[in-house]
């Protein structure tokens, strides 16, 4: 699928607008429950999960503060193998609890280097929510706390998900076909 063009795709509609808002209103209930009103602070890791982060923030009943990560792992529709750092946090996150939030996990690696390196700083507790879970791809094992979807192995676009850096701004998510 690596060759698709970005620009002349095929999709199908996977969660519309209103099945995403949804959900993420019951996450954001769970996530807010397991608080029990203690400040949280939640990493979005950029660029996939910012309209995740911005509606998942508005549902937490508990002090929340951000900050952003950048990761970079993909090229067209395959996952490089190589995660690297493209733009590091701006805050300390020693002794606080922290929810990093992801658009999707796919192999693992990404999220396997994050969490690790994230560790080593020293929060008080470390957990993973992902809008997107595809559990057939995993290739490194990753525990996802909270998750809003299981997906099978396919690639999908929108609602900040990309191909190729195209189709961010889709409000829902959905299935890329090759054409
Ligand atoms: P992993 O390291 O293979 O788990 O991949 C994680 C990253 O790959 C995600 O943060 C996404 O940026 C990207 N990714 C994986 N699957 C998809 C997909 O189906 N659509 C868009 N991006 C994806």
């Known amino acids: 699928m690596s060759s698709i063009d970005p620009e002349k795709i095929k999709f199908k509609t996977l969660y519309s607008a209103e099945d995403i808002q949804k959900r993420i209103e019951t996450l954001g209930a769970e996530i807010s429950k397991d608080l029990q009103g203690e400040p949280v602070m939640f990493i979005s890791v950029l660029k996939g999960a910012i309209m995740f ?22 090229q067209g529709t395959t996952s490089t193998g190589t995660v690297r750092i493209t733009n590091d ?20 690696r990404t999220l396997d280097y994050l ?6 700083r020293n929060p008080k507790t470390l957990k ?24 099978s192995n396919q690639f999908v676009i929108g609602y900040g998900l990309d191909l190729d850096q195209r189709w961010r701004e ?8 090759e054409t």
């Open 115 to 120: 969490l690790r390196m994230l560790k080593q």
């Open 53 to 74: 982060t911005a509606d998942l923030m508005r549902s937490i009943k508990a002090p929340v503060t951000l900050d952003f990560i950048g990761v970079a792992s993909y």
């Open 170 to 177: 889709l409000p829902f998510i959905a299935q890329v076909y």
């Open 128 to 151: 993973l929510c992902a809008l997107l879970n595809k559990p057939a791809a995993r290739e490194i094992p990753v525990q996802v706390d909270y998750c809003g979807f299981e997906i």
């Open 89 to 108: 946090l701006s805050t300390d996150i020693r002794g606080k609890n922290v929810i990093v939030l992801e658009d999707i996990v796919d192999t693992g």
